[in-house]
Structures are given as structure tokens and as C-alpha cells.
């Protein structure tokens, strides 16, 4: 198997952690609330999360910031546990679109 | 983790060495790569915990695994260390873990 897009500690050009202080979007906030709110109703554990990001395509994975894996994890969990279809989710995202443009 | 820690029925105690499997198998594990194949040392016994292989998908993590604080010493992790005292602490479950003499 080869190595995880998530387990890259101590590889060449892996990085340094950026430890800087930082402001959140307020899309980043709404991401995490959603995330623990479904954590609280007993939806998800953070485990299920965990491997929905690590299952991600890799290139998608390294594409995307934090909170972005974030919401793209709780998407495909939300789906597997048969809570919502992509349909229902893209219709709601075209809605959204519709009314505020695209992000 | 978080929850409350009443027992703890794992094979190791503080002090105790150890050596971290080499294993890979397609799943969630928890274990980093970078420490997989290292030997250390049990720092603390966390207590049991319901696995996370399982959990991740949507098992019951059951039975539980004990959980520990392992130490290395940095020298012993990487080829290079800029702080050759230095420890490195990782989380780590019982069943990644094997006895060294």
C-alpha cells in the first residue's frame, strides 16, 4: 500500500507546521459547528471523518484547505449513512448559488 | 479519547519497551508512519478505549484497546535529529505494539 495523503509527518517536502495565529471565516466556524453538532445528535465520530478524508482522492485531498476536507468529509459520511443523496445536496448548493453566486 | 479511564487490561507498563509493528493494510490506523518499525519505551497507560479501526467504519470498536503514551528517543526516529536528547511522545494501541527485551 502506498503511504496515506494524510500521514506525510517526516517526508521530504511534507513542511513545517504553520503555527501562526490565524482568523477563521465565518464558513469555517459554520464548518466545525455543523461538524460537532452532528458529533452531539450521535451522526458521526470523529473516526468516520477521520478515514472519509483519508479515502479522499489524493490530488482533491492536497487541493484543499482544512476546513474544505472538512466539509467534503462530513458530505460523503452524510451520504454513506443514507441522511441526505449527493441530488438533495447539489440542488441545495445550486440554490444557494442562485441566491448569493458562487463562492 | 476524553471519556473516563476506570481500567486498563493491555500486556504493558511504564517503562516497559517496546517496539512499534511495521504493519500496512488498507483501513484507518491511527499509528503514524513515520514511527512504525521504532522502539521506545511505555511512558503512561492511558487505560481502554473502543478501537478506532472499527469506529471509522461505523463498527462498534469493540473490544477496546488499551492506549499508551509512548516515548522515543528523537535520534532513534530520524536519521537526522537537531536535538538528539530530545523525546517524541505518540499516542499508540496495544496492538501496534510488540515486547523488546
Avoid: C
Avoid at chain 2, 499509528?31 to 463498527?59: C, M, Q
Amino acid at each position: 500500500m502506498a503511504r496515506g495523503h494524510h500521514d506525510i509527518g517526516g517526508l521530504p517536502g511534507a513542511g513545517s507546521i504553520d503555527v501562526t495565529e490565524h482568523q477563521l471565516a465565518d464558513w469555517e466556524i459554520l464548518a466545525d459547528a455543523v461538524n460537532q453538532a452532528l458529533g452531539a445528535r450521535g451522526v458521526k465520530r470523529t473516526d468516520e471523518m477521520r478515514r472519509a478524508r483519508e479515502e479522499m482522492d489524493s490530488s482533491a485531498y492536497r487541493d484543499m484547505t482544512y476546513y474544505e476536507r472538512w466539509i467534503a468529509s462530513i458530505e460523503t459520511i452524510l451520504i454513506e449513512k443514507n441522511i441526505l443523496t449527493k441530488a438533495e445536496i447539489d440542488k441545495k448548493l445550486a440554490e444557494f448559488e442562485s441566491k448569493w453566486g458562487e463562492p | 479519547m476524553g471519556r473516563a479511564v476506570t481500567s486498563a487490561t493491555g500486556r504493558f507498563r511504564p517503562g516497559d519497551r517496546v517496539k512499534v509493528k511495521f504493519e500496512d493494510r488498507p483501513g484507518h490506523l491511527r499509528t503514524p508512519w513515520y514511527i512504525r518499525g521504532k522502539s521506545g519505551w511505555i511512558e503512561k497507560v492511558y487505560g481502554d478505549f473502543l478501537n478506532p479501526e472499527s469506529l471509522a467504519f461505523g463498527k462498534d470498536g469493540l473490544p477496546k484497546k488499551t492506549l499508551y503514551l509512548v516515548a522515543f528517543n528523537q535520534a532513534d526516529v530520524w536519521e537526522k535529529s537537531a536535538v538528539p536528547k530530545d523525546k517524541l511522545l505518540v499516542d499508540i494501541y496495544d496492538h501496534w505494539l510488540e515486547p523488546l527485551a
